[in-house]
């Protein structure tokens, strides 16, 4: 099956500083990646749809400046942090596109961020 | 897409049948019903997708009635294992933005 593959597992930074989160597709192509944030106990939440060679497209509430979004190719979708504070501690999960017969989202493993 | 609705938790032993329901009353002519599976730390999981009656894989079945306003994910002989948030999702077949609901969290005891 498809695989969607998220680096780093895990990122523990200091307040101010900015963190950068792959999403790759290993063995398809997505022109569309999807980034969602995950707080404790709590269901996903869509930050933003993300399509190869075009600006995110991010969902109300999210901010563009502070959660950059990067589809340079059609097997990686970069998020990065800017300027991360605690509050923004989460896990954050992409997931990519399956274009074909049928359409299909494959989940990344998530990303644990920890901002102190 | 249309509004689900799920328990938000239940509780079952080892080797008995689960079924999780979900009312998705205002669900569209063209939306497919899709159900995830969620462990703790880690990313969705697709489990089983289906329209209408009775879908069933290897690992899950799917019940839809004729009015498609519920849906009912059975899961046979559940272990430890299978301990999880489940999701229930409603959209065009082709649709790709996915809202996610609260879920419900299955916890299998021994």
């Known amino acids: 099956g498809a695989v969607v593959s998220q680096h780093p597992s895990r990122v523990i930074c200091k307040s101010g500083t900015s963190v950068k989160i792959e999403c790759r597709s290993l063995?398809?192509?997505?022109?569309?990646m999807f980034w969602y944030r995950q707080f404790p106990k709590k269901s996903l939440m869509l930050m933003a749809t993300?399509?190869?060679?075009?600006?995110?497209?991010?969902e109300q509430g999210v901010e563009k400046d502070k959660f950059l979004i990067n589809h340079a190719s059609l097997t990686l979708s970069t998020l990065t942090v800017t300027s991360a504070h605690p509050e923004d501690s989460s896990f954050y999960i992409c997931s990519a596109l399956l274009a074909g017969g049928e359409l299909e989202q494959f989940f990344g493993p998530g990303t644990r961020l920890t901002v102190l | 897409l249309a509004k689900t609705t799920q328990p938000i938790s239940m509780d079952s032993y080892e080797g008995q049948e689960v079924n999780i329901t979900c009312s998705h009353n205002n669900i569209a002519t063209n939306d497919y019903i899709t159900w995830y599976q969620q462990f703790p730390s880690q990313g969705p999981r697709f489990i089983i997708q289906g329209y209408k009656t009775k879908v069933t894989n290897e690992v899950a079945s799917l019940f839809i009635p004729a009015d498609r306003k519920s849906s009912t994910l059975s899961l046979p002989r559940v272990s430890l294992s299978d301990t999880a948030v489940y999701y229930c999702?409603?959209?065009?077949?082709?649709?790709?933005?996915?809202?996610f609901g609260s879920g419900t969290k299955l916890n299998v005891k021994p």
């Open positions: 999702l409603v959209g065009p077949y082709n649709f790709n933005k996915f809202y």
């Open positions: 993300s399509n190869e060679g075009s600006k995110a497209t991010y």
């Open positions: 063995d398809f192509q997505a022109t569309t």
